[in-house]
């Protein structure tokens, strides 16, 4: 992670939902678009972007259609709260 704003927004966030629900106690969220991706030798956190796909299939015995749903993500490439990129590219220096 090249950045702090998962644990800065968390923290802040989580400020918010106490005083939000002031009557309730052991408050706690987690922003759960982060995975860990390996990048070269090295883990690192990512923030990540669900993405559902959806496709008509013709089923090649009946010759009926089935809609079919597939899951994936896409994973950021710059941080979406302060545009940092989360990977600091090898010999780059811009
Ligand atoms: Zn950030």
């Not at 090249?2 to 706690?28: G, M, Q, R, Y």
């Not at 959806?54 to 259609?65: A, E, P, S, V, Y």
């Amino acid at each position: 992670m090249t950045c702090n704003c998962k644990t800065e927004i968390s923290e802040k966030f989580l400020e918010k939902v106490k005083a939000d629900i002031p009557e309730s106690t052991n408050h706690s969220l987690e922003m759960t678009a982060y995975s860990f991706v390996l990048d070269g030798n090295r883990m690192e956190l990512r923030g990540y972007m669900p993405v559902e796909i959806k496709h008509t299939l013709k089923n090649k015995k009946t010759g009926l259609d089935r809609v079919k749903k597939e899951k994936t993500s896409v994973l950021f490439t710059f941080c979406p709260f302060c545009g940092v990129r989360y990977k600091e590219e090898q010999g780059e220096s811009a």
